[in-house]
């Protein structure tokens, strides 16, 4: 397992459990008519999405840079009207292909700006209206791969992204990643990364975060990747605070 990044791209090994069942996900082809006909979704949205998930993903990432904006709102609002655990699986790993690019980390924070100028001039306050709240919702859905794929989408507009979670949800995100390592998680390695993309930013304020790495480090991969969050949690923020750190024997 390992998690690099390449011309600005995030990338993360094959062996990884999210990315295998994320590309058998990718292939399995969605009928978006229905949902249309149901009122499930939008036309707007219906014609967007109905273009957008015919293409190669090479496609999708040159479509971006023409509709960007107008794709991202999109998916977005699939996130939030879409029940259907298939469809928003494969509905999610859209909203991740986009952000396998960092720069289109952009696209969600302009919509963000506009929701949050819009709020301000109906006189509603901004806070707590982040466009990033529906994917910490699906942290609480059943279905584990919805639940880690959320969780990934949000470490790499967290660790990028200007814009940052309220400290409330900010701090509720951290606490589930940690109580996710007590747990016997097939996409651990998820978890693991998300916390180093994390972790690489002292302003998210993990000061007060006691980092646990697990006993289920089972695999050398495993292990690799917890040392590697540790090595990274105590180089940003030093060791004067090591008393808060709790390490397991792995």
Same mark, same amino acid.
Request: with cysteine; hydrophobic share 40%.
């Given at each position: $397992?390992?998690?690099?990044?390449? @011309?600005?791209?995030?990338?993360?090994?094959?062996?990884?459990?999210?990315?295998?069942?994320?590309?058998?996900? @990718?292939?399995?082809?969605?009928? $978006?008519?229905?949902?249309?006909?149901?009122?499930?979704?939008?036309?707007?949205?219906?014609?967007?999405?109905?273009?957008?998930?015919?293409?190669?993903?090479?496609?999708?990432?040159?479509?971006?840079?023409?509709?960007?904006?107008?794709?991202?709102?999109?998916?977005?609002?699939?996130?939030?009207?879409?029940?259907?655990?298939?469809?928003?699986?494969?509905?999610?790993?859209?909203?991740?292909?986009?952000?396998?690019?960092?720069?289109?980390?952009?696209?969600?924070?302009? *919509?963000?700006?506009?929701?949050?100028?819009?709020?301000?001039?109906?006189?509603?306050?901004?806070?707590?209206?982040?466009? $990033?709240?529906?994917?910490?919702?699906?942290?609480?859905?059943?279905?584990?791969? *919805?639940?880690?794929?959320? &969780?990934?989408?949000?470490?790499?507009?967290?660790?990028?992204?200007?814009?940052?979670?309220?400290?409330?949800?900010?701090? #509720?995100?951290?606490? #589930?990643?940690?109580?996710?390592?007590?747990?016997?998680?097939?996409?651990?390695?998820? *978890?693991?990364?998300?916390?180093?993309?994390?972790?690489?930013?002292?302003?998210?304020?993990?000061?007060?975060?006691?980092?646990?790495?697990?006993? @289920? &480090?089972?695999?050398?991969?495993?292990?690799?990747?917890?040392?590697?969050?540790?090595?990274? #949690?105590?180089?940003?923020?030093?060791?004067?605070?090591?008393?808060?750190?709790?390490?397991?024997?792995?």
């Amino acid at each position: $397992w390992y998690q690099r990044r390449v @011309r600005g791209e995030f990338v993360i090994g094959v062996t990884d459990t999210l990315t295998v069942r994320a590309s058998q996900i @990718r292939s399995e082809a969605i009928m $978006w008519q229905p949902l249309l006909r149901s009122a499930v979704i939008k036309e707007h949205d219906y014609n967007v999405i109905a273009v957008y998930d015919t293409m190669s993903k090479e496609q999708q990432m040159e479509r971006l840079k023409v509709d960007g904006l107008n794709i991202v709102k999109t998916l977005i609002n699939l996130t939030i009207s879409i029940c259907n655990e298939k469809i928003l699986q494969h509905v999610l790993v859209l909203v991740n292909d986009v952000l396998s690019d960092k720069e289109n980390i952009k696209l969600f924070e302009e *919509i963000e700006e506009a929701n949050v100028a819009e709020k301000m001039a109906n006189k509603e306050a901004p806070k707590g209206l982040s466009s $990033w709240e529906p994917f910490l919702d699906l942290l609480n859905r059943p279905d584990d791969f *919805i639940v880690n794929q959320s &969780c990934l989408i949000l470490a790499k507009v967290i660790s990028c992204g200007e814009f940052r979670l309220d400290s409330k949800n900010l701090n #509720w995100f951290i606490n #589930w990643q940690v109580s996710q390592l007590l747990q016997s998680n097939t996409y651990l390695h998820t *978890i693991l990364a998300s916390q180093q993309l994390m972790l690489r930013y002292r302003s998210i304020g993990l000061r007060s975060t006691t980092l646990l790495v697990s006993t @289920r &480090c089972s695999t050398f991969s495993l292990l690799e990747s917890a040392s590697s969050c540790s090595i990274r #949690w105590c180089s940003v923020f030093g060791f004067s605070v090591s008393e808060q750190r709790t390490v397991s024997n792995c």
